[in-house]
């Protein structure tokens, strides 16, 4: 009922906010979500190209999708919490243990 | 927190709204089966509407409604304008967390977001990926992002100066171009594609049995019993090493070990500055256990 064309817009409207989070805040929290959100954006414009061709395998793609953003977000989560008692910051710019 | 209860409100409007309607639907197309436009139901208003004349929107199956000008069937325009809705709301969320101080502020309104989108899936056919995402997004992954800034406890408000002027500079590039790029695409692709409608699905589309099958069995496209079985085992496996990475890279002795080879390395006045007294005594208590 939806014509396909809206959600992709909105779908690349998502990402391109995530894009936006990523490449301008410092805060690595809020970089981690922007990367949620840009994997929400995919799943979106996923589940309406399944419901476009009535096709149930994107639907399922977009589950496995799911679960490795769940592994992403806990293991990234991990990496900050370990820097954090390091560097006691969560500023990306102040952590380059990786870069000397 | 607006944002939570916006969605949460029209989500109960939507579900008010589609079940009432789908049930006219069915009864109006068993009431009258010769004007339901069962084969037509894949062309779009712009291509030619099925030619059905009607006076009431009883007349016309479920997704149509009656034109009150041409007195013909048209596709409902409401699912739109949910759509457009979740949408919107979808889209402020998600703002709010990109340009939100606070990470706490941050996660809340990208719990707003995530729901709006649960509500988009619905009004797409996809109610099991619906409850995924209020179940995985909206509930275990934020709660997971609240866990760890509550453990962090750090008020940290972060300056929009111009320190990184071609990173920020990139960024903006970035989103003038996706935009441009959608405006070129939106005015030059012709009007027919907007209006083309998918055909309605299936019933049971997109729930538990559908996916599940699809998942597990493979029979929509007779590949066997390989389709997403691999994929699926592996994507277990995945979880599982994420798990035990979580917990070693989080570990506190993994800190107080990197702690004490700093302290080795560095000149013995830097001691004290990189070693917490709290966190590393519960650390040798809890490694003297295990």
């Known amino acids: ?29 809020v970089l981690l979500m922007s990367v949620e959100v840009q994997l929400n954006a995919a799943n ?8 476009a061709r009535q096709d149930v395998h994107g639907q399922a793609l977009a589950f496995l999708v ?12 991990a990496i900050i919490v370990a820097v954090f008692r390091q560097k006691k910051t969560t500023d990306v710019d102040e952590i380059t243990l990786l870069k000397h | 927190l607006a ?4 969605v949460v ?16 639907g069915a009864t109006a197309a068993a009431a009258v089966p010769a004007a339901a436009p069962t084969t037509g139901q894949m062309v779009g208003s712009a291509i030619g509407a099925p030619a059905v004349s009607c006076r009431a929107d009883a007349d016309c199956a479920s997704p149509f409604v009656c034109d009150a000008g041409t007195h013909t069937c048209r596709p409902s325009r409401a699912p739109l304008w949910m759509f457009w809705i979740f949408g919107a709301l979808a889209l402020a969320g998600t703002l709010g967390m990109v340009l939100s101080q606070k990470p706490v502020a941050g996660v809340l309104s990208l719990v707003g977001a995530f729901a709006a989108q649960a509500g988009i899936y619905v009004l797409l056919d996809a109610s099991f990926l619906a409850a995924i995402q209020v179940l995985v997004y909206a509930g275990a992954i934020m709660v997971l992002f609240v866990f760890v800034i509550m453990l962090l ?74 389709d997403y079985l691999v994929p699926f085992e592996l994507l277990s496996l995945v979880l599982l090493v994420a798990i035990v990475g979580a917990l070693v890279v989080a570990r506190p002795g993994a800190a107080r070990r990197a702690a004490r ?12 500055t990189s070693s917490d007294t709290a966190g590393a005594a519960t650390a040798v208590a809890k490694e003297s256990h295990g």
């Open chain 2, 153 to 226: 406890n750090r008020e940290e408000r972060e300056d929009w100066d111009l320190r990184q002027v071609g990173t920020k500079a990139l960024g903006v590039f970035a989103i003038a171009y996706i935009v441009a790029y959608l405006a070129f695409y939106l005015a030059s692709s012709p009007r027919a594609a907007y209006t083309v409608l998918p055909g309605a699905p299936p019933d049971g589309f997109g729930g538990v049995e559908s996916v599940g099958q699809v998942l597990f069995s493979g029979q929509t496209t007779g590949g066997g019993m390989t």
């Open chain 2, 261 to 272: 080879a700093t302290a080795q390395s560095a000149p013995p006045g830097s001691q004290a």
């Open chain 1, 66 to 77: 799911i679960a490795v953003a769940a592994a992403e977000a806990a293991v990234g989560l």
């Open chain 2, 9 to 24: 409100g029209l989500g109960t409007a939507a579900i008010t709204l589609i079940h009432p309607s789908e049930a006219a």
């Open chain 1, 1 to 29: 009922m939806i014509p396909l064309p809206h959600v992709i817009v909105l779908s690349a409207l998502l990402f391109m906010l995530g894009v936006f989070g990523v490449l301008l805040r410092r805060n690595v929290l």
């Open chain 1, 44 to 51: 979106l414009a996923l589940i309406a190209f399944s419901r």
């Open chain 2, 3 to 6: 944002v939570t209860v916006a």
